[in-house]
Every structure is written in structure tokens, then in C-alpha cells.
């Protein structure tokens, strides 16, 4: 099953983080060349390879499967109040925006 443009985000967030396939393959513990059919769109990741690539890339796996159209931020390990401050700023951004 091919999941529309999750190749293209796979690739945009490899180069974003400025990793080569084989430093993104190793993290993962596959291959280099399944890694290359990820972002080819000729395969697509196991559930678990799914998972792990959202986490070392910081995102949803929504996200990586075109089903969000926007990055999610990674907020494990922070405390309520620091999950409220990150949406407070997040929503003083989006205001800031809207009144340009």
C-alpha cells in the first residue's frame, strides 16, 4: 500500500536534520536500501518503522502518512503547565499572524 507523499516527508525531514540514509538506516536498524524505498515511495514502512521514524523525527505519524497536514510537536516527558505554555506561545504566534 502506497501512502501518498509520506516518501516526500520522510526525505524533507532527513535533510531538514542534514542526516545521510545510512545515520537515519542505523538509528532504525534497517537497511539503507529500505530506507531508500521509504522515501521513494516504493515501500512503505512496518507499523513499528513507522513509529520509530515519527519519534526520531519529532512528528506525528499522521503527519508521515499525509493524514495532518502539519508537523506535530513532540511534548513526552513535559509536565502539564510546560504542555499549556507551549500552546499558549503557539497560539500567540497564530495571533500575531492573523492581525498582519
Not at 545515520?23 to 512496518?46: C, F, H, M, N, W
Not at 508521515?64 to 504542555?83: C, K, M, N, Q
Amino acid at each position: 500500500m502506497e501512502i501518498y507523499g509520506m516518501g516526500e516527508r520522510l526525505r524533507a525531514l532527513r535533510t531538514a536534520k542534514n542526516l545521510s540514509l545510512k545515520q537515519v538506516s542505523e538509528r532504525l536498524g534497517i537497511s539503507v536500501s529500505a530506507l531508500s524505498e521509504y522515501e521513494l515511495d516504493v515501500k512503505t514502512p512496518s507499523y513499528k518503522n513507522l513509529v520509530r521514524l515519527a519519534r526520531m523525527y519529532h512528528v506525528s505519524c499522521d503527519y508521515l502518512i499525509g493524514s495532518d497536514g502539519f508537523p506535530a510537536i513532540d511534548v513526552s516527558g513535559l509536565t502539564d503547565p510546560e504542555v499549556s505554555a507551549l500552546a499558549q506561545l503557539a497560539s500567540l504566534f497564530r495571533q500575531g499572524r492573523d492581525q498582519e
